[in-house]
């Protein structure tokens, strides 16, 4: 691969900042590295492959002579969503842009990726549990403070989420969409049918915002247009790549959102027949969502275009 001019816009975000650090994980070869973020933040310094990196003001004129951008432009109809291990072809059909899907649609597409090959998926219904961190650092900031409070026995502050966070839920993410389900949820089914290529595709999505610093979490029942067995699925979801199954870790056959921190693989666990549907499966499956779910998930599609190149 050759040697990369790489911008990263929000680089004082705590994506963005995952983004400097999977460009280093993965070597990706940068020969000019451009941290772009807010005119407030211009000048100060980000650390990068051991040197100091000054950030730059966001500006029409900060992308020229860049190889690529990372950056998000999810709802373009005519910009790629892509997630490579599932359609990586994708992201060669583009004119100049390329987008990350929604944090939660990455990780429950990843994990449902592998039955979807034995069988098309014409429905699902998911529940998602979402970390505090999908709302950026004043969401990680604001878990923190309540929690203190609450120790120090004050009544905690309310500034982020609608509500208190800690040691509470709020099933209610992002704005309404005008059927009465937000923003977030309708992102599961309008997403999932351009990255899985099914445009039929029916979800039912609940987002709910639980108090955990990183990682979300995901129920996920699903039918198949042909019945798939337990054992065809749990060697799909196994084989798949960037997914790992859970049968047997540390005694239990799920994993947790702690579990899956700071990596990038989608990990899922129990497996089982929907009691409701002869054709459904019903699977759980977490991952970190600023890895996975955007950072390291932009950084793969950099790294798949520029070795074609």
Request: hydrophobic residues 45%.
């Amino acid at each position: 691969m050759k040697k990369l001019k790489i911008g990263v816009l929000g680089a004082t975000g705590a994506v963005g900042q995952e983004m400097l650090k999977i460009l280093e994980e993965y070597d990706i070869p940068v020969a000019e590295l451009r941290p772009l973020a807010s005119a407030r933040s211009a000048g100060s310094l980000i650390r990068f492959k051991g040197q100091d990196v000054a950030i730059q003001a966001a500006t029409d004129e900060s992308f020229e002579g860049l190889d690529f951008v990372l950056g998000a432009f999810r709802l373009e109809p005519d910009v790629p969503l892509v997630v490579p291990e599932i359609n990586g072809a994708d992201a060669f059909d583009n004119s100049g842009l390329i987008a990350n899907p929604n944090c939660c649609t990455i990780i429950a597409l990843m994990a449902v990726a592998g039955i979807a090959r034995l069988s098309p998926i014409e429905k699902m219904i998911v529940c998602t549990y979402q970390a505090v961190s999908g709302a950026g650092q004043a969401g990680i900031a604001e878990l923190n403070s309540q929690m203190a409070a609450l120790a120090n026995g004050e009544k905690p502050e309310v500034r982020t989420f609608a509500a208190q966070i800690a040691m509470n839920v709020i099933p209610f993410i992002d704005a309404p969409y005008g059927n009465d389900y937000t923003k977030e949820e309708m992102k599961m089914q309008n997403e999932g049918r351009r990255i899985l290529h099914s445009p039929e595709l029916k979800v039912n999505c609940t987002c709910v915002r639980v108090p955990v610093m990183r990682s979300h979490s995901i129920a996920v029942t699903l039918h198949t247009k042909e019945k798939v067995s337990v054992a065809d699925a749990r060697a799909a979801v196994a084989a798949f790549p960037g997914v790992r199954l859970i049968e047997d870790y540390e005694g239990r056959c799920y994993p947790t959102p702690l579990d899956t921190t700071d990596q990038d693989l989608v990990w899922v666990g129990r497996i089982r027949e929907d009691l409701t549907d002869e054709n459904g499966l019903t699977l759980w499956c977490c991952g970190d969502q600023i890895r996975k779910g955007a950072a390291s998930n932009a950084v793969q599609i950099l790294k798949l275009l520029a070795e074609k190149e």
